[in-house]
Structure formats: C-alpha cells, structure tokens
Nanobody, 124 residues
Framework: EVQLQASGGGLVQSGGSLRLSCALSGFRLDDYAIGWFREAPGKKREWLSCTSLKDGGPKYADSVEGRFTMFNDYADNSVNLQMNNLKPEDAAVYYC?????????????????WGKGTLVTVSS
C-alpha cells in the first residue's frame, strides 16, 4: 500500500528554519515524482516543489525559490524540505504527495497519493 506521511511542522519565529520530512512506504523514492504543497486557511492548495528521477533536480515555486530546499534521503526512503528564512505568510498545513508517472508537475490534482499534512506556524 502506497503511503506518505509528512512530519516536522511546528511553531517558529519569523526568519527561522524548519525541516519537514515525508516518509514514503509501499514504493521506492525514485519510482514516483514527489511534491510538496501547502494550504493556508481560505486559500487553495499551493504547489511548492517537486523532485523526480526522470526530471532531474528539484523544481520550486517562485514563492519559495532560494529559501526552501528539497532533498532525498535514500537511507530512510524519505524526502525532506528544508525551509529557511520563514515568513508569516509561510504559515500553512504542509503536505507531500506522489505522482505515478514519475514526472514533476505543478498541477495539484495530478498527484495521485497524498499524506496527512503537518502544521507550520510562523510568528512575527
């Protein structure tokens, strides 16, 4: 059974850092494209980044480029999201998801498997 579980959220001050982890089970990390997303209250779910063996290195949304870094942990079969210089507008529930064709896309509904989210709160 394919499962994803995001963890690592919490409360951080503006300018601080957090590292989120997405634990994968039921498939290998390189089998699918893995994306990170967030959803703030009253807003649509937003694509943030994606990594895929078929597409090469991670890709990022403009809103997080230069502040967030996505990297793979093959030992743990997980994908991490290092978030630096956090801003109050980064506060949201963060999700990871997998796309079965193995190609990254910014289209949120294209992702086939979703994990439960982890809450990030940023105080100003």
């Amino acid at each position: 059974e394919v499962q994803l579980q995001a963890s690592g959220g919490g409360l951080v001050q503006s300018g601080g850092s957090l590292r989120l982890s997405c634990a994968l089970s039921g498939f290998r990390l390189d089998d699918y494209a893995i994306g990170w997303f967030r959803e703030a209250p009253g807003k649509k779910r937003e694509w943030l980044s994606c990594t895929s063996l078929k597409d090469g290195g991670p890709k990022y949304a403009d809103s997080v480029e230069g502040r967030f870094t996505m990297f793979n942990d093959y030992a743990d079969n997980s994908v991490n999201l290092q978030m630096n210089n956090l801003k109050p507008e980064d506060a949201a529930v963060y999700y990871c998801a997998a796309e079965r064709t193995g190609y990254c896309t910014r289209v949120v509904p294209a992702y086939d498997y979703w994990g439960k989210g982890t809450l990030v709160t940023v105080s100003s």
